[in-house]
């Protein structure tokens, strides 16, 4: 039975804890409401991470259906979202696995261990660069510059930065320690800058440019 | 501050969490090296350009699909 105490706690929870609680009760709509609210995210984790389309399919509806039948052991101490964010990232790991069989795939996979040096390029860019290229194309900068980044990088750029997850949310869904989380995000957001510059630099005279194809 | 100690306290100030010392310092720095300027400026647009445009569209049909699969699970054990 609950207590007054309960329900006001329960009253400063997150919307999320009211769905579960729904779910939990056997009103599937309310389940519908939480892959509403979170499919994009998802799906752009699960392509971020297996960069191929129909496996982001996989992984988001498997992600989900799996979340569904765990629900039971989902922990109202942290957050729905992050708890299925860690689902999908292993979801995600092991269709890569799959695929890349005898290889083993893991998000510390193609670090670099060099810290700490000071970006070279100095060119500043143009005022509100994206606006030089369509969305089409401006899309496909993107997608090509992110998926150029080593995977530990890329993934921990996509859950910090696009995502929104804090860093300690993002050291616990992949299983690293703050530090390692810092010092990934750093280059990664240095990289990308550096990468991006080729497309957003402003312009310079002819004898000047010719770093982008 | 060198451009090597500014670097490594690019993210706490992109992010906003150093202390309001630490960030007039960095401030100072960044008024005096143009180069450290154009990193921090860049650094912080590149982020914006990928929290702000939507990279990967969710397939047609996707919505669907999905919320047939969890049906079907539904009924099995539900």
Same mark, same amino acid.
């Given at each position: 039975?609950?207590?007054?105490?309960?329900?006001?706690?329960?009253?400063?929870?997150?919307?999320?804890?009211?769905?579960?609680?729904? *779910?939990?009760?056997?009103?599937?709509?309310?389940?519908?409401?939480?892959?509403?609210?979170?499919?994009?995210?998802?799906?752009?984790?699960?392509?971020?991470?297996?960069?191929?389309?129909?496996?982001?399919?996989?992984?988001?509806?498997?992600?989900?259906?799996?979340?569904?039948?765990?629900?039971?052991?989902?922990?109202?101490?942290?957050?729905?979202?992050?708890?299925? *964010?860690?689902?999908?990232?292993?979801?995600?790991?092991?269709?890569?696995?799959?695929?890349?069989?005898?290889?083993? *795939?893991?998000?510390?996979?193609?670090?670099?261990?060099?810290?700490?040096?000071?970006?070279?390029?100095?060119?500043?860019?143009?005022?509100?660069?994206?606006?030089?290229?369509?969305?089409?194309?401006?899309?496909?900068?993107?997608?090509?510059?992110?998926?150029?980044?080593?995977?530990?990088?890329?993934?921990?750029?996509?859950?910090?930065? *696009?995502?929104?997850?804090?860093?300690?949310?993002?050291?616990?869904?992949?299983?690293?320690?703050?530090?390692?989380?810092?010092?990934?995000?750093?280059?990664?957001?240095?990289?990308?800058?550096?990468?991006?510059?080729?497309?957003?630099?402003?312009?310079?005279?002819?004898?000047?440019?010719?770093?982008?194809? | 501050?060198?451009?090597?100690?500014?670097?490594?306290?690019? /993210? /706490?100030?992109? /992010?906003?969490?150093?202390?309001?010392?630490?960030?007039?310092?960095?401030?100072?720095?960044?008024?005096?090296?143009?180069?450290?300027?154009?990193?921090?400026?860049?650094?912080?647009?590149?982020?914006?350009?990928?929290?702000?445009?939507?990279?990967?569209?969710?397939?047609?049909?996707?919505?669907?699909?999905?919320?047939?699969?969890?049906?079907?699970?539904?009924?099995?054990?539900?």
């Amino acid at each position: 039975m609950p207590t007054i105490q309960s329900i006001a706690g329960q009253l400063e929870e997150h919307p999320d804890v009211a769905l579960i609680a729904k *779910v939990r009760a056997g009103d599937i709509s309310a389940y519908d409401q939480l892959v509403r609210k979170y499919e994009r995210q998802l799906f752009r984790i699960a392509q971020h991470i297996t960069q191929n389309r129909e496996d982001a399919e996989d992984v988001m509806q498997d992600a989900f259906l799996k979340a569904y039948e765990k629900l039971d052991q989902f922990q109202g101490n942290s957050k729905f979202y992050t708890w299925l *964010v860690r689902i999908a990232v292993n979801e995600s790991l092991m269709r890569l696995r799959k695929r890349r069989t005898g290889k083993m *795939v893991s998000i510390d996979e193609d670090i670099e261990t060099e810290e700490g040096s000071v970006p070279r390029d100095l060119a500043d860019w143009a005022p509100d660069p994206e606006q030089n290229y369509n969305q089409s194309e401006l899309a496909e900068i993107l997608r090509k510059t992110i998926q150029g980044l080593p995977q530990g990088f890329r993934i921990v750029f996509v859950l910090r930065d *696009v995502e929104g997850l804090s860093t300690e949310e993002t050291a616990e869904t992949l299983g690293l320690s703050i530090p390692a989380v810092k010092s990934r995000l750093l280059r990664a957001r240095l990289q990308l800058r550096e990468r991006l510059s080729r497309y957003f630099h402003r312009k310079k005279s002819p004898r000047e440019t010719g770093i982008a194809k | 501050m060198t451009c090597k100690e500014f670097l490594a306290l690019l /993210d /706490d100030l992109i /992010d906003g969490t150093v202390p309001a010392e630490t960030r007039s310092e960095l401030q100072a720095h960044l008024g005096r090296c143009p180069h450290c300027e154009v990193v921090f400026n860049t650094t912080r647009k590149t982020i914006q350009i990928y929290r702000s445009h939507e990279i990967y569209e969710l397939p047609s049909g996707i919505q669907e699909r999905l919320h047939a699969a969890i049906m079907a699970r539904c009924k099995k054990g539900c």
